[in-house]
């Protein structure tokens, strides 16, 4: 039986113990990592992602009242809260992104929910490390909710999940709503996207501001992706995030205040123009607009080395990118470049850079697929010798997006 096998099988039957009936509908969403463009989809800017091989389930089936009863089986918790009245709970806990999603898609313009519903919840995506949880969470429970029919649209109609591009990036803009207005962290549209857009053995493109996107195939055999969790914790990383954002808002800032109407995020700002104005820009925003508009530039290349199945070039350019989180956005760690580093000395090694928010938590290496265990073992030993921690190493590979499936 594959691992997705088996999680639906614990997931189905931890409902059936815990609701005594069967479920009618299960949605599954991957996790995901970031290739290239660190901090870059809250600019406007461009990003590459794969979405992974680790799932979150939700298995349940709808309910004739407004009660809506979750089981997270992760947690062995459960909450319940009415569709009528939706309460946000302390920071952390697990229920607000469940509520979530409920909230956001009703109070997005045209959809609704018909009813409430019972659901179990479970995944086996590494929590805190970078790979988005929260978003496959997001993702799986608004699939559970299409697949099982309980979201209508504006004409009456009830959507399923077999959904246009358009459509699924309106869904992925609701899902991100609720972990911006709801659980109230200010992360871009990179996470949703992914878990939404992600195919096996494909990385996906994202143009933040255009919303144009892609899928790029990653080859034939795909490079295993090798996400190595440093095992540092991520606590930091939330209120440094909201501080990086601010420093790059000041280059935005000074481009307007000295008449560039047209500026409203370092998009519409150019390299060269960094450079002639760097010594009135901040000394930080500066570094932190390098770093961004280089980023958009080597997703650019990224994508054509990709097209042109240059996977080696893609590696080099994933390197780069982590030398520039380090030394201009400083959201890299000596843990994390100790994990970079050994990398780079491993068999297979292709490319690889901090993942997601940066300070703590995961890398992401692109390594050749025949090498991903030689890989993982030296990588395992030269981190240990140099931190004298032991990192956790998930080979995973390229995933579809998320989806609904029937089970009645
Ligand atoms: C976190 C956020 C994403 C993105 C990355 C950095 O993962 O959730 O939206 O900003 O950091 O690229």
Known sequence: MSTLDELKARCTSSFEQRFGASPSALGLAPARVELLGNHTDYNGGLVMAAAIDRFTLAAGRPVSTSSCRIHAVNYADDTEFSLRSIQRGEDGDWPNYVKGVVWAIQDAE????????????????PLGAGLSSSASLEAAVGFFLLQAGLIQGRDGKRLGTDLSDATRMAFAKILRRSENAFVGVASGLLDQFSSLFGRA????????????????????????????????????????????????????????SRGAESVTSLRDIELSQVEEHWDRLDPLGRKRARHVLTENDRVTRGVAALRAGDLEEFGRLMSASHASSRDDFENSSPALNALVEAAEAAPGFLGGKLSGAGWAGCSVNLVR????????????????????????????????????????
Request: aromatic share 6%; hydrophobic share 40%.
């Open 369 to 408: 697929s025949d090498q991903a265990g030689p890989f993982a073992e030296s990588v395992r030993s030269a981190y240990s010798r140099a931190t004298g921690v032991t990192p956790d190493i998930h080979v995973c590979h390229a995933a579809d997006g998320a989806r609904g499936l029937a089970l009645a």
């Open 201 to 256: 053995d494909h990385a996906v493109y994202l143009d933040c501001r255009t919303l144009d996107h892609a899928r790029v195939p990653l080859g034939d055999p795909g490079p295993a992706i090798v996400v190595c969790d440093s095992k540092t914790s991520r606590r930091l990383a939330d209120g440094m995030y909201n501080r990086r954002r601010a420093e790059c808002e000041t280059v935005v800032t000074y481009f307007q």
């Open 110 to 125: 045209g959809p609704e929910l018909v009813s409430g519903f019972e659901m179990a919840v479970l995944g086996d995506v």
